[in-house]
C-alpha cells in the first residue's frame, strides 16, 4: 500500500489538517509555492532529458563517421 493508494477521504483528511494547521489565509500562498516548485522540477527534468537525448544523438553521428 503505496502513496498511490491514498484514495479521495484521505486526500481530504489531509486537506483538512492542512486548513486546520496553515489557516485558510496561507492556503492560497502555500498551493502557488508548491505549483511553481513543481514547473521548476519539470523544466529541469525536461532540460535533462532534451541535454541526454543531445549527447546521445551527438554520439551517435561520431560513430557514424567514424
Known sequence: MGIANIGIPGLILILVV???IFGPS???EIGKAAGQTLKEFKSSANDLMS????EESSEEKKDKTV
Do not use: G, H, M
Open 18 to 20: 492542512a486548513l486546520i
Open 26 to 28: 496561507k492556503l492560497p
Open 51 to 54: 541535454d541526454s537525448t543531445t
